[in-house]
């Protein structure tokens, strides 16, 4: 009963937590159906295109037909995006919005309020419409609801992992003093991670029952396979976290904690759920291909193998030999020089230590470091990972939350427990984290705003009324999201950069912000068929660091151009003759490719 009531209470407060820091930030409920969708920026816009999609469609199936008959997203290719872009979430959420809304109507239940917002500063007023009938708020509320029940899954774990319910508590007050560091839902909630994390909490807790257990049954390794496609299937980078895993489980056969028959289970496991993910992804090669089917496959080999000192080896990527070693190229860069893809922080160890999160995961991790050994050595993956890719902090705050409950575990520090009560001490550690868990939270709270983009609107708008339904744009991958979801014209590149494919096409768009002659880019464009191209001033000027603008980023490659005025400048100051300028404000200016 007290479980229960915990985890009711978890789901209630963290959802009431993120919805908040949410509507403070954009002021959400009082937008314009067009300024919500301007609100996904980047691939967020992408994700959310599909949902609208489905709900839109005549009818669900029609709306899940347009989804793998795509001819907007990549034009002129007719493309899968469920087998593309991990969109089963959409599906879902989608089929919930239509059921929701199908049943309400029948009872003549309103769903949504409306009302006209006057924006004044010689602004048109908009209508906002609040409720769960309203598509974007649906679509926001399931996000948040989802990772309500996550952090419940955090106590549950805490207290299995530590075997008092004390360290379930001590979990989830390490999760609201770290919020600001374990996750982005509060503020991207259409990314992937936002769907796919909190099925790796569950993956990761049925995991450990399975190493606990002296005898597995079948019900726990069909839990297991579940979790890792319901983990997979949102997420593209899943994959890369399931490799971390089996790469610990494997680590811990090796060291002789578990046996063989133990980990073929849970690599049959792994490779059913990698094999159902294939199926459902229609054969996405980047599955099949990855470093963790191949792991498994090698790992499953090896079990034999071990016995005779046979030894394997395992290929690093070009994104792993930019961090390592230095190197570069036009695509590594594209990742490398965003801020999410830097390395961590110095300010972050320092924020875990304000809350004192290091600490007392150290003392944990030096005590289990040989008592359990799957938690330490994924502990060191997600370190290895924070460190290289800011942006999978993710992966390591929530897994220290996780950790720091065994402080509470009889098991490891019984000898403790002989002077001190569980509760006191947990007490002791919580006032001693609350003066800077709560500045954090105080911190995010204090974050207020609303969502304006005055100039995206003007172009959105100028699209919708002065371009066919078919022309075809293309321009830096967060404004083509923002050009699908919102003007529906179709477009030749996008955020989702993991496709080779899509990198080489965006390679071509981004040749504008290169010193390449007009001439060389404008007939890159035509072979796409792009009449529009929507050129943005910043691009051409932004540097996030040394070695990073988009001139700087071609001058790696495009030797022969090196020293040359981008072209974007020259296009600024006049686009003829190859191209036309049909539409112009302070951020974006649209280019017409010129035919003749």
């Known amino acids: 009963m007290i479980y229960h009531s915990m985890a009711g209470f978890c789901i209630f407060v963290i959802k009431y937590h993120i919805t908040t820091l949410f509507e403070n930030d954009r002021h959400f409920s009082h937008l314009s159906t067009l300024e919500r969708e301007m609100a996904f920026r980047t691939e967020m816009g992408l994700y959310y295109s599909y949902f609208k999609t489905i709900v839109e469609a005549p009818s669900f199936y029609s709306g899940v037909w347009m989804i793998m008959n795509d001819n907007l997203t990549e034009y002129p290719l007719v493309i899968n995006t469920l087998k593309r872009f991990n969109l089963y979430p959409e599906v879902v959420l989608a089929s919930w919005y239509r059921i929701y809304t199908g049943a309400m109507n029948s009872?003549?239940?309103?769903?949504?309020?409306?009302?006209?917002?006057?924006?004044?500063?010689?602004?048109?007023?908009?209508?906002?419409?609040?409720?769960?009938?309203?598509?974007?708020?649906?679509?926001?509320?399931?996000?948040?609801?989802?990772?309500?029940?996550?952090?419940?899954?955090?106590?549950?774990?805490?207290?299995?992992?530590?075997?008092?319910?004390?360290?379930?508590?001590?979990?989830?007050?390490?999760?609201?003093?770290?919020?600001?560091?374990?996750?982005?839902?509060?503020?991207?909630?259409?990314?992937?991670?936002?769907?796919?994390?909190?099925?790796?909490?569950?993956?990761?807790?049925?995991?450990?029952?399975?190493?606990?257990?002296?005898?597995?049954?079948?019900?726990?390794?069909?839990?297991?396979?579940?979790?890792?496609?319901?983990?997979?299937?949102?997420?593209?980078?899943?994959?890369?976290?399931?490799?971390?895993?089996?790469?610990?489980?494997?680590?811990?056969?090796?060291?002789?904690?578990?046996?063989?028959?133990?980990?073929?289970?849970?690599?049959?496991?792994?490779?059913?759920?990698?094999?159902?993910?294939?199926?459902?992804?229609?054969?996405?090669?980047?599955?099949?291909?990855?470093?963790?089917?191949?792991?498994?496959?090698?790992?499953?080999?090896?079990?034999?193998?071990?016995?005779?000192?046979?030894?394997?080896?395992?290929?690093?990527?070009?994104?792993?030999?930019?961090?390592?070693?230095?190197?570069?190229?036009?695509?590594?860069?594209?990742?490398?020089?965003?801020?999410?893809?830097?390395?961590?922080?110095?300010?972050?160890?320092?924020?875990?230590?304000?809350?004192?999160?290091?600490?007392?995961?150290?003392?944990?991790?030096?005590?289990?470091?040989?008592?359990?050994?799957?938690?330490?050595?994924?502990?060191?993956?997600?370190?290895?990972?924070?460190?290289?890719?800011?942006?999978?902090?993710?992966?390591?705050?929530p897994h220290m939350c996780i950790m720091a409950s065994l402080i509470c575990s009889k098991q490891l520090f019984g000898w403790v427990f002989y002077k001190i009560q569980p509760g006191t001490l947990v007490l002791a550690i919580l006032a001693m984290m609350a003066f800077e868990g709560i500045a954090n939270l105080q911190k995010e709270w204090s974050i207020v705003g609303e969502f304006s983009n005055l100039p995206q609107e003007e172009l959105l708008l100028w699209i919708k009324a002065n371009t066919k339904p078919d022309a075809v744009f293309a321009g830096a991958m967060p404004t083509m999201a923002s050009v699908k979801l919102s003007a529906q014209r179709p477009i030749v590149n996008h955020p989702h950069y993991e496709d080779a494919g899509l990198r080489a096409r965006t390679k071509i768009v981004y040749s504008m912000y290169s010193r390449k002659p007009a001439k060389e880019v404008k007939k890159g464009l035509l072979k796409m068929g792009v009449n529009y191209y929507i050129l943005e001033d910043s691009w051409c000027l932004r540097r996030t660091k040394p070695g990073c603008s988009m001139p700087e980023i071609w001058d790696i490659e495009d030797l022969a151009n090196t020293g040359k005025i981008p072209l974007c400048n020259l296009m600024c100051k006049d686009s003829r003759p190859y191209f036309r300028t049909v539409f112009n404000n302070n951020i974006f200016k649209i280019l017409e490719v010129t035919r003749e």
């Open 107 to 397: 009872f003549g239940i309103h769903t949504q309020k409306c009302w006209t917002v006057n924006r004044g500063e010689g602004l048109s007023p908009v209508e906002s419409c609040e409720g769960l009938g309203d598509p974007a708020s649906f679509y926001v509320a399931m996000i948040f609801l989802l990772n309500g029940l996550m952090v419940s899954v955090f106590f549950l774990y805490g207290t299995y992992l530590s075997g008092n319910r004390f360290g379930g508590l001590l979990t989830m007050a390490c999760y609201f003093f770290n919020h600001g560091e374990s996750t982005r839902v509060m503020w991207t909630p259409p990314l992937r991670e936002s769907f796919s994390y909190p099925f790796l909490v569950v993956q990761m807790l049925l995991l450990t029952y399975i190493l606990r257990t002296q005898n597995v049954n079948r019900r726990s390794l069909i839990a297991l396979s579940v979790s890792n496609v319901l983990f997979m299937l949102p997420w593209q980078f899943a994959q890369f976290v399931l490799l971390t895993q089996v790469a610990s489980v494997f680590g811990i056969y090796i060291l002789g904690f578990i046996d063989s028959a133990k980990l073929q289970k849970i690599l049959y496991a792994h490779m059913v759920s990698l094999a159902i993910c294939f199926v459902f992804m229609f054969g996405n090669s980047m599955l099949m291909t990855s470093y963790y089917a191949a792991f498994l496959i090698v790992s499953w080999v090896s079990l034999k193998q071990i016995a005779n000192n046979d030894l394997f080896s395992v290929h690093i990527s070009n994104l792993l030999k930019a961090k390592l070693i230095g190197y570069r190229d036009f695509d590594t860069s594209m990742y490398t020089c965003a801020v999410e893809f830097d390395f961590m922080e110095k300010e972050t160890p320092v924020r875990y230590m304000k809350t004192l999160l290091l600490p007392v995961v150290f003392i944990v991790f030096t005590v289990i470091v040989t008592k359990i050994v799957y938690h330490a050595l994924q502990l060191i993956f997600f370190t290895i990972l924070a460190i290289l890719i800011m942006r999978l902090k993710l992966f390591l705050t």
